[in-house]
């Protein structure tokens, strides 16, 4: 066949090869298959047929921008930043809004935990934690046996000479002759360490002890329970004196003040050992170690008096009636020990006595916090005192006293090693379950709540002379 037989019988192969160009393969267009192709006759099936109709348009498919991949974004961060929106409008995150944490307060000075009769629980929390590792520590004894100045020497970090000279305040005699020559002997207050010119002392006590009118007057600076927790979260109870005059007559005093305290059907003559009873019980409850402060060795009444705390105590029941019994570590401290108290003899006749006197106790007396263990006094071990109980000296203190030799070491190293055998104690559970600080307070309320209702005060008033 020739080249003219075969252009008159194909002519669409010529439309194709002129058609044929780059331009059907535009940018943002994609062909479907079976649609625009070309037939086995040769005929484009988009172009016009031989009947003259109009051809059908290609389907199109715009191409969606492609998002950057994850690894694009770190690589990029300029081009994520310009889409996202500006940090103006955008919307604060949870994190933004979320409150600030509460500032915790620090105590400088002793609050009151109890007053007459009352318990305060709501001035305290703005100074609790939410914190389970915590160590409470009761101080009680008689009148003027040095309970507040052993729990301010408790609270302090360091004891230095300027706290020594506000703690210790001795009178000085001073002699002075008139003008006939006479010698009179005048007796003034002197304390050291405290600014004459301003009248003010520099350091500033933590609880209030007794001044030169409270001695005179037979009146205790402690009412109630003073309450005062350390930065390194050791709280320490100090307790009205026990069995003193000057609280029956505040007792007696005031009829109101009276019915508060203790019930109605106890006796005028006995209410004020009963409401020192209720004050020890309630510390052995909530306390993890009680210390018990004397002046000098021994008084059965104080012994008498620390064994019917215990019997009266009242057990604490819990939501599943479950019965909790708790007993502290009972700490004995002797304040104002002489020399002669310090000596192996001495010091063994002390733990002997003291370990038949408290033969039937539950209280912790033999958990190794005293000075009979030999850590702290080499001669004050085993060997020559009999085994150890928690029995504690502390010297006597005269700040003018010129003596080289005292037989111990310095009052503020037995205070320092004091302060670390308490916070090193073991921590009984106080419940069943454990306690937060602020729980803590709870429960105080709860015991303090038990102990007033409690009739085991009013049948032990019955057998009292």
């Not at 003073?226 to 007792?251: A, E, G, K």
């Not at 958990?367 to 085994?387: A, E, F, H, P, T």
Request: hydrophobic residues 35%.
């Amino acid at each position: 066949m020739s080249d003219y037989d075969r252009g008159k019988f194909y002519p669409k192969r010529q439309i194709y090869t002129t058609k044929h160009t780059p331009a059907t393969f535009t940018r943002g267009f994609t062909t479907v298959k079976g649609e625009g192709s070309f037939s086995k006759f040769g005929k484009e099936s988009g172009s016009k047929d031989s009947s003259g109709d109009t051809p059908k348009k290609q389907p199109t498919i715009l191409i969606k921008p492609r998002e950057p991949a994850p690894e694009d974004v770190a690589a990029s961060p300029k081009k994520v930043q310009k889409d996202e929106p500006s940090s103006s409008t955008a919307a604060p995150t949870t994190k933004e809004i979320e409150p600030p944490a509460p500032i915790l307060k620090e105590m400088t000075k002793s609050m009151k935990l109890i007053d007459e009769g009352v318990i305060c629980t709501e001035s305290l929390q703005d100074y609790m934690h939410e914190n389970n590792d915590f160590l409470v520590v009761g101080i009680v004894g008689a009148h003027g046996v040095g309970k507040s100045t052993l729990a301010n020497l408790l609270s302090q970090k360091q004891i230095t000479e300027e706290i020594k000279r506000c703690l210790f305040k001795t009178p000085k005699k001073e002699a002075e002759e008139d003008e006939f020559g006479d010698s009179v002997k005048i007796l003034t207050e002197h304390f050291k360490g405290a600014n004459v010119r301003s009248g003010e002392p520099k350091w500033k006590e933590v609880f209030k002890t007794q001044t030169v009118d409270d001695i005179e007057n037979a009146l205790n600076a402690t009412q109630g329970i003073d309450f005062f927790i350390t930065s390194n979260r050791v709280m320490f109870l100090d307790c009205q004196p026990f069995m003193s005059i000057s609280v029956l007559d505040d007792l007696i005093q005031s009829e109101s003040k009276r019915t508060n305290l203790v019930s109605e059907f106890i006796p005028l003559e006995n209410s004020g050992e009963i409401q020192g009873l209720q004050l020890v019980t309630f510390l052995m409850s909530v306390c993890h170690v009680l210390v018990l402060v004397q002046d000098w060795f021994f008084d059965s009444n104080i012994v008498r008096f620390i064994h019917t705390a215990e019997m009266l105590k009242p057990t604490i029941s819990n939501a599943e009636d479950e019965l909790i019994e708790h007993f502290p570590h009972l700490l004995l401290v002797h304040n104002k020990a002489l020399m002669e108290d310090f000596t192996p003899n001495k010091f063994r006749v002390m733990q002997q006595t003291y370990k038949m006197l408290f033969q039937k106790t539950k209280l912790n007396l033999k958990s190794n916090m005293g000075l009979g263990s030999g850590r702290i006094i080499n001669y004050l071990n085993k060997d020559n005192c009999g085994s150890a109980i928690n029995l504690f000296l502390i010297p006597q203190v005269d700040l003018d006293s010129k003596l080289t030799f005292t037989g111990h070491p310095p009052v503020e190293d037995l205070v320092r090693r004091l302060r670390a055998i308490i916070m090193g104690s073991t921590k009984n559970p106080l419940t069943h379950v454990q306690l937060s600080e602020k729980t803590w307070l709870v429960y105080c309320s709860k015991v303090w709540d038990t102990v007033k209702k409690s009739p085991f005060f009013v049948e032990y008033t019955k057998l009292m002379p």
